[in-house]
């Protein structure tokens, strides 16, 4: 049940938006906001919630020339209405949801990670696939992103879960080299992307994407492919990209 979640809220979902979007039918696109909305009051996960916002704002940005540059301009001044909010009317809801979990609390966690494993042994990758196949096992008795938490907390009895980004989830299994290792995996992931939407419009591709890279800032690499809906999106892309590449032959052959 809560790989399906995952799956509808990271891929299903925001694909299907983005091309209801780009379509133009906008009942649907109400009706799967709606869904969203339902899954936020039923299990309280601000991500329900923050995919509608990043999906939507991208959307909105991808009409528009220079995209990166709108884009980038766009995320300061959420940053700065949330300071001033707080600032002068004591609202920090915006501050709490934006500048704090997406920016702050991500960076502090990867450099925790950094810190920890600058000193300590690497994991080896024990704690994914790759270390049940090998037979690997953690050598600290205890998952890391619950051990990083009373770590840096200070609490022994401190159950939250650290979870942190690709590139300090990479270092903390094996150093620079796996940094290396994994930014070759995701450009190959990326490099797929490219090749599997080539009939796809960008306003489908990038939106449809959008909350799944805000994701990796807290998801390693493996776990975002295979249960935050990376993958998923991939075989979506690439049906809809097929389906895009058979509707464009067949106009062909009737304009011949």
């Known amino acids: 049940m809560g790989y ?16 209801y ?54 995320f300061s001044l959420t940053n700065l209405l949330s300071m001033f909010l707080n600032m002068y009317f004591s609202v920090d ?3 709490r949801a934006i500048p704090y979990r997406m920016l702050y609390i ?13 000193i300590h042994p690497k994991l080896h990758f024990s704690e994914n696939f790759i270390g049940s196949i090998f037979g690997i096992s953690n050598k600290y008795g205890i ?9 840096f907390s200070g609490r022994i009895d401190n159950m939250a879960y650290s979870n942190t980004g ?34 796809v419009p960008l306003k489908i591709t990038i939106p449809a994407y ?7 800032n807290d ?9 935050g809906g990376f993958g998923l999106m991939i075989f979506l892309i690439y049906i809809l990209n097929s389906y895009y590449q058979e509707d464009k032959a067949n106009l062909q052959e009737v304009t011949v």
């Open 143 to 151: 998952e890391i992103p619950i051990l990083i938490s009373r770590i």
């Open 4 to 19: 399906l979640l995952n799956w509808n809220t990271k891929a299903i979902a925001p694909f299907l938006i983005a091309l």
């Open 106 to 118: 991500p960076s502090q966690i990867q450099y925790q990670y950094f810190d920890f494993f600058y």
């Open 21 to 74: 979007i780009y379509e133009k039918k906008y009942v649907k696109v109400a009706i799967l906001l709606s869904i969203q909305i339902f899954y936020y009051l039923s299990f309280g996960n601000k991500a329900y919630l923050f995919s509608i916002f990043a999906l939507l704002s991208i959307a909105f940005l991808m009409n528009f020339k220079n995209f990166i540059i709108k884009f980038t301009f766009l």
């Open 210 to 216: 959008s909350y799944i890279m805000f994701v990796m």
């Open 166 to 199: 690709i590139f300090s989830d990479a270092y903390s299994n094996g150093g620079f080299l796996a940094m290396i290792v994994i930014s070759a995996i995701f450009g190959f992931l990326l490099v797929i992307v490219d090749s599997c939407s080539k009939a």
């Open 93 to 95: 809801f915006l501050q």
């Open 219 to 227: 998801t390693s690499l493996f776990t975002t492919f295979l249960t």
